[in-house]
């Protein structure tokens, strides 16, 4: 019965937070850190090239989310493509810093597709790569007729850089893949509808100080949000 009225609760939690932020047009809001943040105006711009950039504001932070184009989907933060970014200005009692999802170095996060499946290669529960900016990534690989179908991720390692190409060792040492970002810089925004001017979507990311230390956005929405105002 608990068990019960707990799910009940969370069904509840997360419909009021749906239609809080639709109820307050334009809405941006998010964890920050794990707590609830709000900002209280928001605007897109979009420039020459087709690029959208929000700004959102609060008290004492602006957040900008940027993408390369309008188009209806999702971008990655934290990669080579510097046009599709994201940042926190912060000056919180009166100490400003500012967080954004540059190139850093640090464990890997996200992969890449494969860029070569390579030949020779069995099924592993933790294959060892080389090259690149870092060292100590470990691969879980699913291979199909000697070569590499899919990886997933059982060490991050440490000093990679976004665009780094690593090789899997094992078969015939000749499966590649691209990290796409790093533990400390990384996220997706996803633009899910533009109508009749308005940009609804949503985000999550972990950006970086000089100092390297971390700020994270977590289930991030963005609603009905105008074109400059």
């Not at 009940?8 to 307050?24: G, M, P, W, Y």
């Not at 105006?41 to 602006?62: F, K, L, Q, R």
């Not at 001017?197 to 105008?226: C, M, Q, R, W």
């Amino acid at each position: 019965m608990k068990k019960i009225v707990s799910f009940f609760a969370i069904v509840v939690l997360f419909s009021a937070c749906e239609q809080d932020i639709q109820t307050n047009t334009p809405g941006f809001q998010a964890k920050r850190n794990d707590v609830q943040w709000r900002a209280n105006n928001a605007s897109v711009a979009v420039d020459a090239t087709g690029g959208m950039t929000i700004t959102a504001y609060s008290s004492s932070e602006t957040v900008v989310l940027k993408t390369n184009a309008t188009n209806v989907g999702t971008y990655l933060l934290g990669t080579q493509n510097a046009n599709n970014f994201a940042s926190c200005t912060s000056n919180a009692a009166g100490f400003p810093d500012f967080y954004d999802t540059s190139v850093v170095e640090g464990p890997a996060y996200l992969l890449s597709n494969l860029l070569t499946p390579g030949t020779g290669y069995t099924t592993s529960a933790a294959a060892q790569t080389s090259g690149g900016s870092g060292s100590g990534l470990r691969l879980a690989l699913t291979t199909l007729s000697g070569a590499v179908t899919k990886v997933t991720v059982v060490s991050r390692g440490l000093g990679y850089v976004s665009g780094d190409v690593v090789t899997i060792q094992g078969g015939n040492n000749n499966a590649t893949v691209r990290i796409e970002n790093v533990q400390q810089s990384n996220g997706e925004i996803t633009i899910e509808d533009i109508s009749e001017g308005l940009f609804t979507g949503t985000f999550k990311l972990n950006a970086t100080n000089a100092d390297g230390e971390v700020i994270t956005f977590s289930e991030g929405h963005f609603y009905k949000i105008p074109l400059g105002q």
